[in-house]
């Protein structure tokens, strides 16, 4: 496997875990969670890498807004801080 393709995963795999971190912090009564998802120095990667990340987090939290998604179900709001021009 190259190198390229196992960072893809190791991203997939921290993405896909934020919908269970959310489900677990609101069993465990959490309700306000600060999630550190993208720093600019991430921009600095390969254009490929970017892109994946850019692509991974948008279809991760696409899915968790979707009607009858995590958000909507369990009735959570979100804010993303941080300069939203940076990304596509």
């Known amino acids: 496997m190259s190198k390229q393709k196992e960072k893809h995963l190791g991203h ?3 993405l896909n875990k934020l ?3 959310i489900l677990w912090c609101k069993e465990l009564g959490i309700f306000e969670l600060t999630v550190f998802a ?3 120095e991430n921009l600095q990667r390969a254009p490929i890498e970017v892109n994946t990340l850019m692509n991974l987090c948008r279809d991760n939290f696409a899915k968790l807004a ?3 998604g995590v ?7 979100i804010r993303i801080l941080g300069d939203l021009s940076l990304l596509p």
Do not use: R, V
């Open 12 to 14: 997939s795999d921290g």
């Open 19 to 21: 919908e269970e971190t």
């Open 38 to 40: 993208l720093s600019k």
């Open 66 to 68: 979707a009607p009858g």
């Open 71 to 77: 958000f909507e179900k369990e009735k959570i709001s």
